[in-house]
């Protein structure tokens, strides 16, 4: 800091002012300045900003700027990025916007069945999970479950239910998280969709049962959070994301398994006409859109 | 050096009949300056006005070498009387986080403890963020004049293009 900060003062005199009224711009700001500027505002803005001159540029680039805008453990998190010694060598080597740029889009693990990346503008971790990350009951019996391919799925595929009378899919996760609360949820479709001629087009052929008992939800963690509800499926036609709970993560380096699942397992009906499409995490009340349903605490039959 | 205007060159006139005001730097050094370069903050002027400033003004987010550097720039305009150099201070961000932004001589760091409406000055208004404006459209809000080439344009949307997906 040392060279800029003397030429500001005017050390002595001498600095270089410019002859004239002091006509200074912003577009006289050093590069530090504009960094220090930087650090205060989203990374989208920064990346705007990167626009406006060279000083901008520059500073829109720094390391600093991007470090405080990573999670603490993203040291951790880029561990998944890239395999084997060529990804060690290219994660040595990135600056930390590149870093951030990389979590910012999806970042797969688990073989694949699982991905999570940075909200770019808050820098907060998402998750989901695939319908083939979950440990569905009778998923191999054509005659109960069957995986669906579809574009409606970040994963290119949904587990579609036919009928069955144990519904029961149950799921975890072993992760650092960063600091923070996060909510889950079940991403579900009552109904059957599919294209023709280019429209969307839904069939509730197989759909029932779910309004004789609500369906359970239940989310734990390894550090003994506990969440228990259940509410009715509604909404046929449409994807749904039911709030199975919230957790706190306290401690990012330390890994915490979370487990979850929903199930509606009274054998005295049958159920089915559904689509199961994953299980998300987000920041608490980060999620705008999409139809969110909150289930009602609680655990009685 | 003269300790009413802390300046070098002090033509006497600042500090004949100065009325001196103590401001508290967060570290709890006392900086004596007069009420006119002072009241150069709407802020401040007020809080002398209402009688409150007896005791000294406490300025907690602002240390002491920040400002000296601030009172050096107050007292040199308050010898002035064209608003010039901080009509490029401008409030950039979009709702919930604002960044002050700042003449280069002082750091934008400085300027969060420093309010915008230094009496007398006129501000341009707050410049929201708006999706769509592009490169030239900011330069020009800011005033900045555009220091790269054609092709850096390029290179510099394509590097930063990740932050605008989907």
Same mark, same amino acid.
């Given at each position: ?47 705007? /900003? ?26 951790? /998190? ?127 052929? *197989?759909? *029932? ?33 039911? *709030? ?58 | ?15 004949? #009949? ?25 802020? #401040? ?122």
């Amino acid at each position: 800091m040392g060279a800029w900060v003397s030429v500001l003062l005017g050390a002595d005199g001498a600095a270089p002012a410019p002859a004239g009224p002091a006509a200074v711009g912003l577009g006289d700001l050093p590069e530090l300045c504009a960094a220090e500027v930087l650090l205060r505002l989203d990374p989208p803005e920064i990346c705007r /900003l990167a626009r406006l001159n060279h000083a901008f540029r520059g500073a829109a680039g720094a390391d600093f700027v991007w470090e405080a805008k990573l999670p603490e453990n993203y040291r951790y /998190l880029m561990e998944f990025v890239g395999s084997g010694e060529e990804g060690r060598r290219r994660r040595r080597r990135a600056g930390k916007k590149e870093i951030y740029a990389r979590l910012a889009r999806p970042v797969p693990f688990g073989d694949g069945t699982k991905e999570f990346w940075l909200d770019k503008s808050k820098g907060q971790i998402c998750m989901a999970l695939s319908s083939k990350a979950l440990v569905i009951t009778g998923i191999d019996d054509r005659r109960y479950w069957q995986h669906m391919p579809t574009s409606e799925s970040r994963f290119q595929s949904v587990a579609y239910l036919q009928q069955i009378w144990w519904f029961e899919v149950v799921g975890e996760v072993d992760f650092c998280f960063p600091v923070g609360t996060y909510s889950l949820y079940f991403r579900v479709h009552l109904g059957k969709f599919y294209k023709r001629f280019g429209r969307r087009l839904c069939s509730s052929e *197989h759909v *029932h049962g779910w309004d004789k008992k609500p369906v359970r939800f239940q989310l734990s963690t390894s550090d003994g959070q506990n969440t228990l509800s259940q509410c009715y499926l509604e909404e046929p036609g449409s994807w749904v994301l039911y *709030h199975a709970g919230d957790f706190v993560a306290s401690k990012p380096d330390q890994s915490m398994k979370l487990k979850f699942s929903m199930a509606q397992i009274d054998c005295t009906h049958t159920k089915g006409g559904l689509c199961i499409d994953s299980v998300l995490i987000y920041p608490k009340g980060s999620l705008q859109q999409e139809r969110v349903v909150r289930s009602k605490k609680g655990g009685c039959r | 050096f003269c300790e009413i205007c802390l300046t070098n060159n002090c033509d006497g006139s600042a500090g004949k #009949i100065a009325t001196m005001i103590a401001l508290v730097s967060s570290d709890n050094e006392r900086f004596e300056v007069s009420e006119e370069a002072a009241s150069q903050s709407q802020t #401040i002027r007020n809080m002398i006005e209402d009688g409150c400033a007896d005791g000294g003004i406490p300025l907690p987010n602002v240390t002491s070498s920040v400002l000296a550097k601030v009172l050096e720039y107050c007292n040199k305009h308050a010898a002035t009387t064209t608003p010039d150099a901080a009509s490029t201070e401008a409030v950039i961000g979009s709702a919930g986080t604002r960044a002050v932004l700042g003449p280069a001589r002082h750091g934008p760091v400085v300027l969060r403890a420093v309010p915008c409406r230094a009496a007398g000055r006129r501000c341009p208004e707050g410049c929201r963020l708006d999706e769509g404006q592009d490169a030239g459209a900011d330069q020009a809000t800011f005033k900045i004049e555009n220091d790269f080439r054609p092709e850096d344009v390029e290179k510099i949307r394509k590097e930063n293009a990740w932050a605008f997906e989907e």
